[in-house]
């Protein structure tokens, strides 16, 4: 059997984040502690490049722009959808999961999911505390796993092919080659 597994050494890697600036008072924590676990794994500030947008729903798009781009290894996307009273929840956490999902398989690039879907501010609150859930530095941790595997994945397709998949940031393809 062979098993191939994704590893934690991100150095030379490239990230973008987008973040959602809805519930900013839970986004902001998920945005610090997914830019620590990528800096902890060996990624340089220069090499992360966050983009902001209104809320939730506007993840997608601009998610599948950045990750056409080529420029990133994986995009990370942060945002907080609570359920309150209102059926806004139900569109917009099922909008923004599909279209993540889609706009990863449409760019060929690993898009992580660091959205949280709450029933309370509390539930929000705590996912997001370093501390405790921790799932901004979850979605760091996710986006490395997979950069690496797919860029494993990738070559071992490359060699079998014989023809060049696109693999990886356009600069961290630069600096394999050196
Ligand atoms: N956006 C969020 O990120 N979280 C929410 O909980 C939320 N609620 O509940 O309404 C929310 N709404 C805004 C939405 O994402 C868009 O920004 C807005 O509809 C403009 O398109």
């Given at each position: 059997m062979k098993l191939r597994k994704g590893s934690?050494?991100?150095?030379?890697l490239r990230f973008g984040i987008v973040v959602a600036r809805f519930n900013k008072f839970v986004t902001s924590k998920l945005l610090s502690s997914c830019i620590d676990g990528l800096s902890k794994h060996?990624?340089?500030?220069?090499?992360i490049e966050v983009v902001r947008v209104?809320?939730?729903?506007?993840?997608p798009l601009v998610a599948r722009t950045m990750a056409r781009t080529?420029?990133?290894d994986a995009v990370i996307c942060l945002g907080a959808v609570i359920r309150g009273d209102t059926p806004h929840f139900e569109y917009i956490s099922a909008e923004v999961s599909r279209g993540i999902g889609q706009a990863s398989l449409d760019a060929d690039v690993p898009i992580i999911f660091g959205v949280l879907t709450t029933h309370t501010i509390a539930q929000a609150i705590e996912r997001s505390d370093p501390a405790k859930f921790n799932r901004g530095g979850e979605a760091a941790k996710s986006a490395i796993e997979m950069a690496t595997v797919m860029k494993t994945l990738r070559a071992e397709a490359d060699r079998l092919t014989g023809h060049k998949l696109t693999s990886g940031s356009i600069k961290s393809r630069a600096r394999r080659k050196r």
């Open positions: 934690h050494d991100a150095m030379g060996g990624v340089k500030p220069d090499d209104p809320g939730a729903f506007e993840i080529k420029r990133f």
